[in-house]
């Protein structure tokens, strides 16, 4: 079956533009997560949806940086004012219900590079 | 909070020598311990995971353990091959997310 996909796979931006980033998780899985991750650098928590509620935005580096799930499936996470240190890989993630506890199936990531 | 930390961070061994990483956590009330291997331009992706009521688990050539007195749990890898060469990264669960370790670069040399 389908995985999880993310799109664009590419996102090349200047300085103050705002981003939108998509994920399509696997079908009925309810639980969404967001991470990004720096050139060589590990997996930062940025927020977790179960179906369309996010209990858990603690990740979300600044006010700048917002996500939403709709319907229970496809989720957005969008930066606005983009800085220069917004530049990473944009990973999410998709379980069947709590991923804190079940196998989490990884998308192949937006790279975003901020100019 | 929970804090979950890898070592080593680089590991170079010879093909078919083991290889083992090691990662502690901070929390006692951790159950589940996965671990995930993200190689060169790939998505991290699992290769093993351990929950809190068994102290071992193995698949094949990798194996997991985990001391929960101690809390700390290792991934071992035998027999490494060329395939195994990547970024392994140990996780622990607290509340609605995994903590991730920093990750560990593994090398094989031929």
């Known amino acids: 079956g389908a995985g999880v996909s993310q799109s664009p796979s590419n996102k090349v931006t200047e300085k103050g533009k705002d981003v939108e980033l998509r994920c399509d998780p696997i079908s009925g899985h309810t639980a969404l997560y967001w991470y990004r991750q720096s050139l060589g650098q590990g997996l930062e928590f940025l927020i977790y949806?179960?179906?369309?509620?996010?209990?858990?935005k603690s990740g979300l580096p600044s006010d700048r940086f917002s996500a939403e799930r709709t319907g229970g499936s496809v989720s957005t996470l969008t930066i606005q004012r983009t800085q220069q240190e917004d530049s990473a890989v944009y990973l999410c993630?998709?379980?069947?219900?709590?991923?804190?506890?079940?196998?989490?199936?990884f998308g192949p990531g937006t790279r975003l590079t901020v100019l | 909070g929970e804090n979950v930390e890898q070592h080593p961070s680089t590991l170079s061994v010879q093909e078919g020598d083991s290889a083992v990483i090691k990662c502690t956590y901070s929390?006692?009330?951790?159950?589940?311990f996965p671990w995930y291997k993200q190689e060169l331009g790939k998505r991290p992706q699992l290769i093993i995971d351990?929950?809190?009521n068994v102290g071992e688990k193995k698949d094949q050539r990798i194996a997991v353990t985990l001391n929960k007195t101690a809390k700390h749990f290792s991934l071992h890898i035998t027999e490494t091959q060329p395939e195994d060469s990547a970024v392994y990264f140990c996780?622990?669960?607290?509340?609605?997310?995994?903590?991730w370790g920093a990750g560990t670069k593994l090398i094989i040399k031929p």
């Open positions: 949806f179960q179906g369309n509620s996010a209990p858990d």
């Open positions: 996780a622990a669960n607290s509340n609605y997310q995994l903590i």
């Open positions: 993630a998709s379980s069947s219900w709590g991923g804190s506890y079940n196998e989490q199936f």
């Open positions: 929390d006692s009330a951790s159950n589940y």
């Open positions: 351990i929950r809190s």
